[in-house]
């Protein structure tokens, strides 16, 4: 089997353990209540230059219960033999004033960090991430198939490609939307509803 499905298969099967781990905690300190978290929607960016990948994510998620959560995340990153482990990598938790910054811990040998989320009581919390990759062939990949692991489709998915207009015959999945030119830098843009990622997000460029 190739390496590329091993590593689909094994972050998947991480996130369902996550989730198993997530639920025992939640019924251990909060026995009257279930885990009570939705992830229902997502913005990503993904902008590519010669050489390199900057990505941002835009994460949501819904606090069902009444009671503030710290909520455990395992975040993977794609990583191959043309796709190095990020570096700057920056968390934070958005608010209206502003950001708060999120401590995360490396775990490069299995190609994530993990980190826990503050989540308000009955309302809505978002976070970001942003990183950067070294990129070694004319391809980048953002890994969304994770969210099989929460086992909802996503209410809505928004996916940008951010490309210089040197790049020719640029290829994007999810397939855009909208296509258009913002200093001098091809977008390619995609939003989805109720959706359930069969594959990762990607680019490739010639």
Request: net charge negative; proline share 5%.
């Amino acid at each position: 089997m190739p390496m590329k499905y091993l590593r689909g298969i094994l972050i998947v099967f991480i996130g369902l353990n996550w989730i198993a781990r997530a639920q025992e905690a939640a019924d251990r300190d909060f026995p009257s209540q279930s885990f009570g978290v939705e992830f229902f929607k997502e913005e990503i960016i993904l902008e590519v230059d010669d050489g390199q990948a900057c990505i941002t994510g835009v994460y949501y998620f819904r606090n069902n219960t009444d009671r503030e959560l710290q909520m455990p995340v395992v975040f993977p990153f794609y990583v191959d033999s043309l796709c190095a482990y990020p570096d700057q990598i920056e968390a934070a938790v958005i608010t209206e004033e502003g950001k708060t910054g999120l401590s995360y811990a490396r775990l490069a040998e299995r190609d994530m960090i993990s980190l826990r989320i503050p989540i308000k009581a009955g309302g809505i919390t978002s976070w970001r991430l942003t990183y950067q990759q070294e990129l070694g062939a004319n391809r980048a990949v953002y890994i969304i198939t994770t969210t099989a692991a929460w086992k909802k489709p996503l209410e809505e998915a928004t996916y940008y490609f951010i490309a210089p207009d040197s790049f020719s015959n640029i290829q994007t999945w999810p397939l855009p939307d909208t296509i258009y030119i913002e200093d001098g830098r091809h977008v390619f843009k995609s939003v989805r509803y109720d959706f359930m990622p069969q594959r990762d997000m990607e680019i490739t460029w010639e």
